[in-house]
């Protein structure tokens, strides 16, 4: 009896811990349901404020985690080159503060205000969000449509294939998704692997 309890007790704690996790997430093609986050600056911000928007690119990023800093600068470039084209950075920090103290609001207020951060920096408190995108990585891209449907993905995981050294990079993945959608072209890689550090629950 007591065996059975604890393979019972251990499959209720894989369950909750796929499920906070990220889970399944979304795939290229489905349709990105809205959500409502504390920027930094205390406002609520929503896909849906942003009516001139022909699409979003969702960044999953931290403070702390060294890949994410190292993608900081490039970050910044997408959302000063594509912002004013219709496809803004929006970008949502997705650990656990108690776990990564130097994730806080206080500590991403100062981050955004240093690195001079020309995009919204949302913060999924909850740990609601991640999990419906399937987020597992920071940094983790998911680069968003608008359409009569909703906002629909086109495009997974990483900024670009040279995490170390932005001088040596040979794809930027997402630059190629948006330059695509903005061109009318098929996306040639819709999907690639997110490099970075695991988002912490």
Do not use: W
């Not at 009896?1 to 894989?14: C, F, G, P």
């Not at 928007?53 to 800093?69: D, H, K």
């Not at 004013?84 to 970008?91: E, H, L, Q």
Request: proline residues 3%; charged residues 25%.
């Amino acid at each position: 009896m007591k065996a059975l309890k604890t393979i019972l007790m251990l499959a209720v704690v894989v369950t909750l811990a796929s499920f906070k996790g990220g889970g399944h997430g979304y795939h290229v093609g489905d349709v990105a349901t809205d959500f409502n986050l504390e920027n930094i600056d205390g406002k609520m911000v929503s896909l849906a404020d942003y009516k001139d928007a022909n699409g979003f690119i969702v960044i999953f990023t931290c403070n702390t985690c060294p890949y994410a800093v190292a993608y900081e600068d490039r970050i910044i470039a997408l959302d000063k080159k594509y912002a004013s084209k219709g496809y803004p950075v929006i970008a949502i920090m997705p650990n656990n503060t108690e776990i990564k103290p130097g994730d806080s609001m206080e500590a991403m207020q100062a981050r955004a205000e240093s690195k001079g951060f020309t995009f919204p920096y949302l913060i999924d408190a909850k740990q609601e969000i991640f999990p419906q995108y399937g987020a597992t990585k920071t940094p983790h891209v998911y680069l968003l449509q608008k359409t009569d449907k909703g906002n629909i993905v086109k495009y997974i995981g990483a900024i670009d294939d040279n995490y170390k050294d932005a001088e040596a990079v040979n794809i930027k993945y997402v630059e190629e998704a948006v330059d695509a959608l903005m061109e009318g072209r098929e996306i040639k890689e819709k999907e690639t692997r997110a490099i970075g550090c695991s988002i912490k629950v």
